[in-house]
Every structure is written in structure tokens, then in C-alpha cells.
């Protein structure tokens, strides 16, 4: 009996095993959707695990992944920002998620796209990221409200539901976007250059990163995992199929982008077009009248009309005439 308890003690997470002075979050799931600070008499238990939030390029918070013992040490690199392509790792009792986000910072563009990593078992969560995550804030807000998730599997469902969320609303803002390029182009109004090429470049690095993660998403709806109910690998399953929808609608988006980069160049042909049609008519237009102005204004004797004072003013008349009548020849040819 004696070493049985032995053993369940040196299992247990305790407060003083995820004390990092640098960690964004430090808290213990009280079961209850809200959350209480991690002390030194705090033990994580699957109906109140802990939550360990931090950024992986803060000193402290890599000296205590490097040196901790909760976590299995092929995972460690991965936590330390060393995995960024969406995947799911199982070793023994503990599961690594790597997902990635939109970047909604407002000093950068949403591409690249941030990375989030973590680490499940049944009463600890080990969550890293270097750039802030909008989910993750959202969580936290509802579980300092009493109204958030309660246990691991719960917390998960959440966070990956508030990804979907936003990378399904910045997909619907570029949806937006390309609607209005394409109505722009009826009008004839070209947009600006490289304003296109900016929404095909966001919309093909998501779906190089979103394909997998709808993978990832369904693998752990498919897989029997401890810490995940019934309930959460059906909400689990219903997020997988609703990025499924994303996709379907991101690669129509692409497709449109085709379109309206075929539609520029039509436009843009058509005007050079327009021009060298217009110059070709400007030079048959006075192609005679510049072959006579140089026969006449040749400095040889001889010339028609030349000691006649009238002479010039009959000239251009006849000018006149033959550009007048290469009008009419290209109004009755529907040239013009």
C-alpha cells in the first residue's frame, strides 16, 4: 500500500511544477466554467485541470520547457516553436496539436499566419504561441466570466470552434472583396496593381495550412481519446465539416480571383487595342496630307503655284478636301 501511494504521488501535478513568473496564464479549470490562479498547494486532476499559457520565445518560458518533466521530450522542440504545419502526435497519455490561425494583429497583414501548440493530457494543458491568438483571448474572456469550458476536452472543442470562426470570417471579408473587384469591372474600373495578387496569395497559403488542419480536426473526433467525451468528438466532428465548407468556399473564392486577373487582361488588351486602333486611323488620316506638304515644300524650282499669292490658300483647301473625304471613306467603311 505503502508504495502504490507512493507512485500516485509522484503522478500528480502540483503549483509548484508550472510556476513560470513569465507565463500569460497560469490557471487551474475549476469545473465550473471559470478559472482560479495556480498556487503551491494547487493539483491538477482531470475535473480541475491546469492551464499553462506562454510565450515560447520568453527565456523563462523556454528554461521550463527544456527542464520540466511533464512534458515527453519529442515534444518539447515542437512546443518550442520548432513545428508550425497543423498535425496531431500522440505519446502515451499526452497528445500534441499544432494549429494554425489567422493573424488579426493590427501591425500585420493576416499573412503569415500564427501558430498555436499544444500539449493535452487529462489535467494539464501546455498551450505556446510568440504572436497573440484572438481564440485563445476569447476563451479566457468567457472563462473569466464563468461561462467557459470545464475540462480538457471542452477547452479544445473551444478553441478550435473560435479558430473556424475566424478564419470563416476572414474568408467571408475577402469574399467581400472580390465581389467588389468584380463589380468594379463592369464598370470598367480596373483595381490597383497588386491588389489582387495580395488576395490569391492569402487565399492559397491558407488552404496550404487549412487542408491539414481539417485533417487534424477529424482525427480527433475519429480517435478515442481519454480526455474527450461523446459530446466533444461530435462537436469535434461538426467543426471538421464546417471547415470542410470553408474550404469549399475558399476555393471558389480562388477560382473567381482567376477569373477577375482573366478579366483585367481582357480589359487592359482591349484598351491597348482601342489606342493602336485609334493611331492607326490618325496616321492614314494624314498619311496624304503629309506625303504632299513634303512634295511641295521640296526647295526646287518649278513648284506649282509658287510665285502665286493665293497659292498656299488653295493648297490647304485641298487639303482639306482629302482629309474630309478620307472621313467620309471611313464612316461609310464603319471604320470610325
Keep these: 500500500m505503502r508504495s502504490v501511494t507512493k507512485v500516485v504521488d509522484v503522478e500528480k501535478i502540483t503549483g509548484k511544477q508550472l510556476a513560470i513568473s513569465q507565463a500569460i496564464h497560469a490557471w487551474q479549470l475549476d ?93 494539464l494543458i501546455v498551450s505556446t504561441r510568440h504572436r497573440p491568438i484572438h481564440a485563445i483571448d476569447e476563451v479566457t474572456h468567457e472563462l473569466l466570466n464563468h461561462n467557459g469550458p470545464k475540462n480538457v476536452g471542452e477547452w479544445l472543442v473551444e478553441v478550435l470552434d473560435e479558430l473556424t470562426d475566424r478564419v470563416s470570417d476572414f474568408i467571408d471579408d475577402i469574399h467581400g472583396r472580390v465581389i467588389e473587384l468584380e463589380d468594379g469591372l463592369l464598370e470598367q474600373v480596373v483595381p490597383e496593381r497588386g491588389e489582387v495578387a495580395l488576395i490569391r ?29 461523446s459530446e466533444d468528438r461530435h462537436r469535434m466532428q461538426d467543426i471538421a465539416e464546417r471547415l470542410g465548407r470553408v474550404l469549399d468556399d475558399l476555393d471558389a473564392t480562388i477560382a473567381r480571383t482567376a477569373v477577375i486577373v482573366d478579366e483585367i487582361n481582357s480589359l487592359l488588351a482591349d484598351a491597348m487595342n482601342r489606342r493602336t486602333y485609334t493611331m492607326s486611323l490618325m496616321a492614314m488620316l494624314f498619311l496624304p496630307a503629309t506625303f504632299l506638304t513634303g512634295l511641295f515644300g521640296v526647295n526646287l524650282g518649278g513648284i506649282p503655284g509658287g510665285g502665286k499669292s493665293g497659292a498656299f490658300a488653295i493648297f490647304c483647301l485641298c487639303l482639306a478636301t482629302i482629309g474630309g473625304g478620307i472621313l467620309w471613306w471611313l464612316k461609310r467603311s464603319k471604320w470610325l
Design 31 to 123: 469545473g465550473k466554467g471559470g478559472v482560479l490562479p495556480v498556487a503551491d498547494i494547487t493539483e491538477a486532476s482531470s475535473t480541475s485541470p491546469c492551464w499553462l499559457h506562454f510565450d515560447y520565445e520568453q527565456p523563462e518560458s523556454l528554461t521550463w520547457l527544456s527542464k520540466t518533466t511533464l512534458l515527453p521530450d519529442s515534444f518539447k522542440d515542437a512546443l518550442s516553436g520548432e513545428s508550425c504545419r497543423p498535425r496531431v502526435s500522440r505519446q502515451g497519455e499526452g497528445t500534441l496539436v499544432v494549429l494554425r490561425s489567422i493573424n488579426l494583429n493590427n501591425e500585420s497583414l493576416p499573412d503569415p499566419l500564427v501558430t498555436l501548440r499544444v500539449y493535452l493530457t487529462d489535467s
Design 201 to 229: 496569395k492569402q487565399l492559397i497559403v491558407l488552404r496550404r495550412h487549412l487542408m491539414p488542419q481539417r485533417d487534424v480536426f477529424s482525427r480527433l473526433a475519429n480517435e478515442r481519446l481519454p480526455w474527450m467525451n
